[in-house]
């Protein structure tokens, strides 16, 4: 059982930064994948940007330049900093691992990007 938990989420003005952070139970260097997801009101949840075990990344087309996914494995940690953040950016913010044939969620974070 993997456990992960998200923080980091909050209100910005358009232009700004944030930075999350999903801290994990088991050692994530065993992890097949990491990756970020967000879900808007009345929208469904779409990938942000995922990281493989290798450390090959994928971003989302309407983030790719803005945010930068990275891992720490020495703290079990899986980053998001996002930059130039956008009103459309607001949306809450997963954390997602799949290890061993199985898929975790965190609960997620509230990001909110308004002036």
């Known amino acids: 059982q993997v456990q992960l938990v998200e923080s980091g989420g909050g209100l910005v003005q358009p232009g700004g930064s944030l930075t999350l952070s999903c801290a994990a139970s088991g050692s994530i260097a065993n992890f097949d994948y990491m990756a970020w997801y967000r879900q808007a009101p009345g929208k469904e949840r779409e990938l942000v940007a995922g990281?493989?075990?290798?450390?090959?990344?994928k971003y989302g087309d309407s983030v790719k330049g803005r945010f930068t996914i990275s891992r720490d494995d020495a703290k079990n940690t899986l980053y998001l900093q996002m930059n130039s953040l956008k009103p459309e950016d607001t949306a809450v913010y997963y954390c997602?691992?799949?290890?061993?044939?199985?898929?975790?969620w965190g609960q997620g974070t509230q990001v909110t990007v308004s002036s």
């Open positions: 997602n691992v799949k290890f061993v044939g199985r898929t975790y």
């Open positions: 990281i493989s075990r290798g450390g090959s990344t």
